[in-house]
């Protein structure tokens, strides 16, 4: 998925402890001593790849989003137990939203792992960003940040290219569910926009693994409980299925987000999102390369108005009312 978001007011520093103490000031080890550009790139790259191992492990929507998370937990619970012992407990109101952002990646997942089986891992990577309509409503709506008209050219011709780009509109892909899809890759986007709100507002704050630990967790519990009642979750899967879902665990939750989280608090907004725009694209040659999955025309078309919209809104600098 790709992560495009608007600048919202950051939240206020925790306390910086002093060199050596063991606190979360200590800023220079770790992912950040990682360049951010190379960072933003590392995790678009790695979460480019989740789609297709989601698909070829053939488990269900609600088995895949659960065990995405579930899987991930495993790697991210020594992260985030050794960033508390140098970097201290990170504060409990932001482990709340920690939460509450999680909840919602849950949501996201189940209706994001549906998509892919109506329109195909490229298309529904495409499909997700949508939530750059509806991040900056959030954003306008609940932290007063305004966005500018540029937001209102672009989000028709996104809406558009979604209708396109899943085949509910012109000609699909043969053997897919376009609307069924569209509905479903729409409904992961929306979930999404809302973790990405969540996130970027309790972000920059000195931890990396506590929040993506949290987050994971609130998901895993979410996407057992969604994908369970509406799908049901199948334990009792092959060896090599097991082996996509742990590549997707370690690449598209571990990897991906340790070092997106990583980046965005040190990036420009619009740089930040343009960089992330390669995910996207190496969704659709990573379908076609190893699940020969080859769009139809126009939804290529949809996709490129769907790319199009994203790089516009990328480069917006909102207002804030008042």
Not at 150 to 158: I, K, S
Request: hydrophobic letters at 55%; proline letters at 6%.
């Amino acid at each position: 998925m790709t992560a495009v978001v608007s600048e919202v007011p950051e939240p206020e520093a925790e306390p910086r402890a002093e060199a050596g103490s063991g606190g979360c000031g200590d800023r220079a080890g770790g992912l950040d001593r990682v360049h951010p550009v190379l960072a933003a790139m590392g995790g678009a790259a790695s979460n480019s790849t989740s789609a297709a191992f989601a698909k070829l492990s053939g488990a269900g929507a609600g088995t895949a989003a659960f065990l995405r998370c579930a899987l991930a937990l495993i790697a991210l619970l020594p992260l985030a137990a050794a960033e508390y012992r140098t970097r201290g407990p990170r504060p409990a109101r932001l482990v709340a939203v920690d939460a509450a952002a999680g909840v919602l990646l849950g949501v996201d997942y189940v209706f994001w792992a549906r998509s892919i089986g109506d329109v195909g891992a490229s298309i529904a990577t495409v499909l997700i960003n949508v939530q750059v309509v509806v991040f900056p409503l959030l954003a306008w709506g609940l932290s007063g940040v305004r966005p500018t008209g540029r937001f209102a050219l672009a989000a028709p011709v996104m809406l558009g290219g979604v209708a396109f780009a899943s085949g509910a509109v012109g000609q699909a892909a043969p053997g897919g569910s376009p609307v069924s899809g569209a509905l479903s890759g729409v409904a992961a986007g929306v979930a999404y926009a809302g973790y990405l709100f969540l996130t970027r507002s309790a972000g920059g704050t000195g931890h990396s693994a506590a929040p993506v630990f949290v987050s994971t967790l609130s998901a895993a519990a979410a996407a057992a409980v969604l994908g369970g009642l509406w799908m049901g979750i199948d334990l009792d899967l092959p060896l090599a299925s097991w082996g996509w879902l742990a590549a997707l665990a370690l690449l598209g939750q571990v990897m991906s987000w340790l070092l997106i989280g990583s980046a965005l608090p040190r990036l420009a907004p619009a740089t930040g999102s343009a960089l992330l725009l390669i995910q996207p694209i190496l969704a659709l040659a990573v379908g076609a390369a190893f699940l020969n999955e080859y769009p139809s025309p126009t939804q290529l078309g949809g996709c490129a108005l769907v790319l199009l919209a994203v790089w516009a809104l990328a480069g917006e600098r909102p207002k804030s009312d008042g």
